[in-house]
């Protein structure tokens, strides 16, 4: 239980005291009414007397007794009603709170740290009405009168007159049958005369003899003089008395004139007084039948009328606390004891203890001398009880019977004169003298006796109070017998169905147990009382038991905070909301934040409720709140409900507040972190053969490395443009802000360009939500043109649309525990700074077929495509947190965050708005597949925009023609049919044979330094002017790999007009290419025999061409046609085709390799000289009767595009090398380079939907190395294969800087020049001797030194065979230095003696470097063997 501010001690004797009832005539009563009070209340600040008082004992032993205080009260003839108690005690407890300053105990158990208000002062108020307002009964003395006070005025006619008929009228109620209430203790009533004297009024001499013919008559111990009203009532604003009346009348009204306030019984002036003064303790003059006409009904009868049901505990009947205060304070302007001053306060002091002590106790002593008298003479006994006590409960006791096996029996009535009963009352009078051992006594006694009866009533009576006296026993000597009070509460309860009197002994039970810390056992008894009956007292004796739970050695708080559920359940059925609330409160700080969701939510739902009846109307919104944002697991339905009580809540609550600020909405959940603003237009969908460049779009997902990679070629075309260096201010341009961006800077936007920005919603509920009126909620500084800010800061959305243009969602609907994103937009019509705050919305629920829980679709709601039952206008703000930042040694030692300001944009002047539409962009390719497409550049804003360049990884995928593209036709209608090539029509003479043209890399944008990825959009003028659009054809060659490709365009652009803070824009582009397989070239190269060409000058090379269609016939290529092969070279240039065949169409089927061979010669050496570096020779060799021009575009282009690329890929690594050669050695390798590239068009026939296309294209194969096979495709690098592990340290060799083996063997290229045949008589001559030239020619730029053998070698027995038949003559070795590129040639002869064939290719030729020393033998004779046929004539 809660702590007190009476201790048990203390409690106990308050509670029962010896009562004494007040019968005042009329002038007696108008003369306490000038103090507004009656003349019992007019004592009762008085009535604990303020010293001990002594009395003797039956056994004249001299007794003390401490602060006895005694009850007086008016006369009522009518038990009160216990519906009006009912009402009264439910008054009581709502009138008590808990104050606002109250200091809460903080407990701490365990995990938990729990605010509780310590005490209790409404379930104190409780208790005291409840046990002072105990209707008296027949088995029990406690509350029965011992005493009357006959009250009358001096300034009556007749004061003895008058006393004597009050002295009737208390012996006519006390003894006729008529009345059974109220109840006498004894038949002879001790009546005490009390003279009132009016001191400002009355005639003090009148008043002294009156008192003295009082003495005469009734003995100076029976009357007392007491004097009043010192003062006037219009004197009583001069002087401010204290007024001890107030905090009893309030607090307790039952005999006060609450009750008539409240109370429907009739309030009539007092005729012979003022018509304001309120005859409120109801004696009036008329007395009908000699009673005064308050007898008739007790003040606490209710009027059948106003409550038919009694049934005081339903809400609808009981007053609130807050109509109860009202009326408390209906009149405050009352003074209580207006015309008293202090000397009259210790008058009636005085006149209490006179009376206590000369009339009162004098009389219980005689009383109980009588009694005990009375007991002595039944028992026979010779001494009197006192003494006896110890012999009777000494002896062997009787075993009690158990409950359950007496029989019913509470109709069991004495008569008053039974000796039963006169020993209860002696031990009820010695109770209220505190006299508690004799008490014990005697009730230990009338219980057995009872018993013996079966009188069950009285027994339970006898155990309840033995149990009480025994406790209050001084030095405690015997224990607290708890089941003496457990056999009473059984018996009230359960057999004599007395709910009032079980009530009495727990209470009173559980604060002895209390006392004597036995929680546990208390908290028990507290429990077991609740019942159906009362829900106050249940919900009262519940929040007593949770306290118990909270207060013992081992705080048991989930017992505590589950019984102040069920206290405050119960309190709410009482009517009692504000205490059901703060249970409800109480107990939610333990289920709080502890994962049992359900329970909470029906915390929360209750406190929401609570708090709504009590119009505590934010309490009721933060509590549904609540239910609806944590995880909740209810059922769909319960959670629809949630939701529309708390819309219901929350509309009262905004109607309160009109024009207030916009409240914080809990519902849907906004992940603040997801969000994503996006600066532009959106991008405008594909229109027939126009698609738009993808650009940037929220429907993008993020891609780290794709955004490096724009990132990357928007900084290459900045370097680019800034002459190769990056500006230090530049940041890369970001359209699209998200959690992943930099957003430490305030993102720019552009005036008159929309910022969309999407907010990520979630639905935790399983009821969906409707969401209307939607719209973002900001403030803007504008800034004027000059820059400076103006004063004025704009919040509002809806007054400022000239500023800032806001759109509105009218309806979004997000389903059940659905994430769902809205896209909001801004138009900034106006340059500054704006500050995106938040969303607001209308939050509602979908309406279903009917209206749940009797709210109806209201007055006033949306009608759109959803039907809406209720809704509700909030906001909720996006707070976004930085990234943490982790740079500083500070950073990392503590938790900070960086700023995040994607919702800060700055809004800057005009700029240009670029639009790209490509047109007839394919979206499949064979691999090296020409196709001519177009692309449109539209610029849709008000500013002219130049600069345009267009960055790509791939540049060799696309291109836009060089300088010297003569426009083809413009339009994509016109082209429909035609060539992406250009092309002229040759004759058939010509075939087979080369045509040779020239072009410049520079022309086609591959200069010396310049970057291949970044392209000068050719736009006429360079400017394109606002709402101005140009076409501009687009080549594409389909990338040699297959497989899908994507490909990033980035176009840059720039404002005429230099702005500050912007000085570019940019437009991105990604086409995604699906290519497939098609043909596949493989060329080598070789020196060619033939020393001389038709111009008599060395150096040919044949070039041999594999073609193999490796396409798969799903593609629907019927076949491929080689239409042109073309060199393209600074050195070489092809001189025609060798090809044996005669199939002029090189047509190649499915599967089909084709073979090509073809004569290279050199460029002629004033070709070469005049030429710039960057000169490139074509050669075209034409297998069909069109020649495609292949140093025009665009196959030129993708020649140059696909060189520069490759270069790339092989520079870095040959350039280092290079450099660690020395120069002669450079000269070697440079005689076995060829940089020739082969360039092969073609035609593929396809059959596609009926039709035949034509479609072109080209491959592209770069010969660096003479034998060196290459390739038109990339190879795929096959995985080396696993060393074996080696575990010793392998020693470090320098690497050689000497040319290979390879290279040295091919310095020098051999011919020998011999008739064919030869015809020789052996028969006349016996020796053939045939000259042979032997051709040496030095293939490098350096000086060489050649050694040549025509010794055969003779190790190997074949060799002897082949060689042994013929010899060379002369000179059998020859030493020769070759020049630079020299030719020289040797005068040989061979002798044979046989016909035959034989072979010349025996001399052995050894060539070195001059400065070298190794000696390395040339490779001719791995060549075609030199046969000669010798016959005989």
């Known amino acids: 239980m809660a702590q007190c501010v009476q201790s048990v001690h203390e409690l106990i004797p308050d509670s029962f005291v010896p009562c004494v009832a007040a019968l005042c005539s009329d002038d007696a009563e108008r003369l306490t009414r000038l103090n507004h009070l009656s003349f019992a209340e007019l004592l009762k600040p008085f009535t604990r007397l303020t010293s001990e ?689 930099d957003n430490s800077r305030f993102p720019l936007a552009v005036v008159e360009e929309p910022i969309t920005v999407e907010v990520a919603f979630r639905n935790p509920l399983k009821v969906p939500l409707l969401l209307t009126n939607m719209s973002l909620l900001w403030k803007f500084q504008p800034k004027d043109c000059s820059g400076k800010n103006d004063e004025e800061v704009k919040e509002l959305v809806t007054s400022e649309p000239e500023m800032i243009g806001t759109e509105v969602i009218s309806e979004f609907l997000i389903n059940s525990e659905e994430s769902k994103v809205a896209r909001l937009k801004l138009f900034p019509h106006h340059i500054g700074e704006l500050h995106v705050l938040g969303i607001v919305y209308d939050l509602g629920t979908v309406q279903g077929p009917t209206a749940v829980d009797g709210i109806g679709a209201l007055p006033g709601c949306h009608t759109g495509k959803h039907s809406l039952s209720m809704s509700v206008r909030g906001r909720q703000d996006l707070e976004i947190q930085g990234p943490r930042l982790n740079t500083t040694k500070e950073e990392k030692t503590s938790i900070t965050y960086g700023p995040d300001r994607r919702l800060d944009p700055i809004i800057i002047e005009e700029m240009p708005l670029l639009e790209v539409f490509f047109i007839h962009f394919p979206t499949g390719l064979l691999c090296g597949e020409i196709r001519k497409a177009y692309v449109e550049f539209v610029n849709v804003s008000k500013c002219p925009l130049t600069g345009l360049k267009v960055v790509s990884k791939r540049p060799e995928f696309f291109t836009f023609g060089g300088n010297t593209t003569a426009l083809t036709p413009l339009s994509p209608s016109a082209s429909e049919n035609c060539s992406a090539y250009k092309t002229v029509v040759t004759e058939s003479t010509s075939v087979c044979t080369a045509l040779t043209s020239s072009a410049s890399s520079v022309d086609f944008g591959i200069g010396i330094g310049s970057q291949p990825e970044v392209i000068p959009v050719p736009l006429p003028d360079t400017v394109l002017l606002p709402g101005a659009s140009v076409q501009l054809p687009l080549w594409l060659r389909g990338p040699d790999e297959e497989g899908v490709h994507e490909i990033n365009f980035l176009f840059y652009y720039e404002s005429v007009k230099k702005l500050p803070k912007i000085r570019h824009r940019i437009l991105r582009h990604t086409a995604v290419i699906c290519t497939s397989r098609s043909l596949n070239v493989r060329a080598t190269v070789c020196r060619s025999n033939s020393l001389e060409d038709e111009e008599g000058r060395g150096g040919n090379m044949l070039v041999f061409v594999d073609v193999e269609n490796i396409n798969t016939s799903e593609a629907g290529v019927k076949e491929f046609h080689i239409v042109q092969v073309s060199s393209c070279s600074k050195h070489w240039k092809l001189q025609k085709s060798v090809n044996l065949s005669e199939n002029k169409d090189a047509k190649l089927g499915s599967r089909e390799k084709g073979k090509f061979c073809f004569k290279a010669i050199r460029c002629k050496e004033k070709e070469d000289a005049t030429q710039s570096s960057e000169k490139y020779t074509f050669a075209d060799i034409i297998f069909g009767n069109e020649q495609i021009i292949s140093s025009a575009s665009p196959c030129a282009d993708f020649f140059y595009r696909s060189l520069s690329s490759e270069l790339k890929k092989v520079q870095p690594s040959a350039h280092a090398e290079k450099q660690s050669i020395e120069d002669a050695v450079r000269l070697i390798q440079k005689c076995s380079e060829v940089d020739l590239n082969v360039v092969i068009l073609w035609k593929a026939y396809v059959v596609e939907d009926s039709k035949q296309l034509i479609l072109e294209g080209q491959h592209h194969v770069v010969l660096h190395t003479v034998g060196k096979e290459a390739y038109s495709y990339p190879q795929k690098q096959e995985p080396p294969e696993m060393e074996p592990l080696k575990f010793f340290r392998p020693e470090h060799t320098a690497v050689s800087s000497r040319p290979s083996v390879e290279q040295l063997s091919s310095l020098i290229k051999t011919s020998l020049h011999y008739p064919e045949s030869l015809n020789h008589p052996f028969h006349q001559k016996s020796l053939c001797l045939v000259p042979v030239t032997l051709l040496l020619s030095n293939c490098s730029k350096a000086d060489v030194d050649v050694i040549v053998d025509l010794r055969h070698k003779t190790t190997s027995p074949e060799s002897l065979e082949i060689h042994g038949s013929f010899t060379w003559l002369g000179q059998t070795q020859y030493k020769l230095q070759l020049k630079s590129e020299e030719i020289h040639s040797l005068q040989l002869k061979a002798c044979f003696v046989h016909t035959g064939v034989y072979n010349l290719g025996t001399p052995r030729v050894f060539a070195k470097l001059s400065d070298q020393v190794t000696v390395f033998e040339t490779s001719q004779q791995n060549s075609m063997p030199a046969l000669i046929i010798i016959n005989n004539v």
Not at 89 to 113: H, K, R
Not at 321 to 332: D, F, G, I, R, V
Request: hydrophobic fraction near 35%; glycine fraction near 4%.
């Open 53 to 741: 008082v002594h009395m003797r004992d039956p056994n004249n032993q001299l007794h003390i007794i401490k602060n006895l205080k005694i009850a007086v009260s008016n006369i009522i003839t009518q038990p009160p009603q216990p519906g009006a108690i009912r009402k009264l005690l439910s008054d009581v407890v709502s009138g008590s709170q808990p104050a606002d300053g109250l200091v809460a105990n903080v407990i701490t158990a365990g995990d938990y740290d729990l605010n509780i208000s310590a005490t209790t002062p409404w379930f104190e108020a409780y208790r005291e009405t409840f046990l002072q307002s105990m209707p008296a009964s027949d088995h029990e003395f406690l509350n029965h009168y011992l005493a009357c006070m006959l009250v009358a005025s001096s300034s009556e006619a007749e004061p003895m007159e008058q006393f004597g008929k009050l002295s009737q009228e208390q012996h006519r109620i006390q003894h006729n049958n008529d009345y059974s209430y109220p109840k006498w203790f004894i038949p002879n009533t001790l009546k005490y005369y009390v003279l009132l004297y009016d001191v400002s009024a009355g005639d003090e001499q009148r008043a002294e003899s009156i008192y003295e013919e009082m003495k005469q008559k009734y003995g100076t111990q029976g009357c007392y003089l007491l004097k009043i009203n010192s003062r006037t009532s219009n004197q009583a604003s001069d002087e401010q008395i204290p007024d001890p009346w107030s905090q009893y009348l309030q607090k307790n009204s039952i005999q006060n004139q609450e009750s008539y306030e409240d109370g429907p019984c009739t309030i009539s002036s007092n005729k012979n007084s003022d018509s304001n003064l309120l005859s409120l303790d109801g004696l009036d003059n008329e007395v009908k039948d000699g009673l005064p006409n308050n007898f008739r009904a007790h003040p606490l009868q209710l009027d059948s009328s106003s409550d038919p049901s009694n049934n005081i505990d339903g809400p609808d009947h009981v007053k609130s606390a807050s109509s109860l205060h009202e009326t408390k304070k209906a009149n405050p302007g009352i003074i209580h004891g207006a015309c008293l001053t202090l000397t009259d306060h210790d008058r009636i002091r005085q006149f209490v203890q006179e009376f206590t002590f000369r009339g009162l106790l004098p009389h219980i002593e005689k009383t109980i001398r009588q009694l005990n008298d009375q007991l002595i003479s039944r028992k026979g006994l010779s001494r009197s009880l006192f003494s006896a006590t110890k012999k009777w409960f000494s002896g062997s006791k009787v075993p009690e019977k158990s409950i359950n096996e007496l029989k019913n029996t509470s109709g069991l009535l004495y008569p008053p004169e039974a000796p039963e009963l006169q020993i209860r009352k002696m031990a009820d009078l010695c109770f209220l003298v505190q006299h508690y051992d004799l008490a014990y006594s005697c009730y230990h006694t009338a219980k057995k006796d009872f018993l013996n009866d079966q009188a069950m009533l009285y027994a339970a009576g006898a155990l309840e109070m033995a149990a009480v006296s025994a406790f209050l026993q001084q030095g405690a000597a015997r224990p607290y017998p708890a089941h003496y009070m457990d056999t009473a509460i059984q018996t009230y309860r359960d057999i004599c169905k007395n709910m009032v009197l079980a009530e009495r002994c727990v209470l009173l039970s559980a604060e002895i147990l209390k006392s004597q810390s036995k929680y546990s056992e208390a908290a028990a008894l507290l429990i077991r009382l609740t019942s159906e009956d009362s829900d106050l007292r249940s919900a009262l004796l519940l929040e007593q038991a949770a306290h118990c739970f909270i207060n013992m050695k081992s705080p048991m708080v989930r017992k505590y905070a589950f019984h102040m559920i069920l206290a405050g359940h119960r309190f709410s059925k009482a009517g009692q909301k504000k205490h059901a609330l703060r249970c409800y409160c109480q107990a939610m700080q333990v289920y709080k934040g502890k994962g049992w969701s359900l329970a909470e939510d029906h915390i929360n739902f209750t406190i929401g409720r609570q708090s709504y009846t009590l119009r505590q109307l934010d309490n009721a919104v933060s509590a549904f709140r609540h239910i609806l944002i944590n995880e909740s697991k209810q059922s769909a339905a319960q959670q629809g409900s949630f939701l529309r009580e708390y819309l219901y809540v929350y509309k009262n609550v905004s109607q309160l507040s009109p024009d207030g600020p916009l409240p914080q909405l809990p519902l849907p959940y906004i992940n603040s972190s997801a969000t994503r603003v996006f600066f532009g237009h959106d991008r405008r969908p594909a229109d027939g053969e126009k698609q738009a460049a993808t650009h940037v779009s929220l429907d993008q997902e993020y891609d780290n490395e794709s955004s490096q990679q724009w990132r990357e070629l928007e900084e290459q075309v900045v370097a680019l443009v800034n002459k190769g260096v990056i500006p230090p201010n530049f940041h890369p341009t970001q359209y699209c802000l998200n959690s992943f961006s």
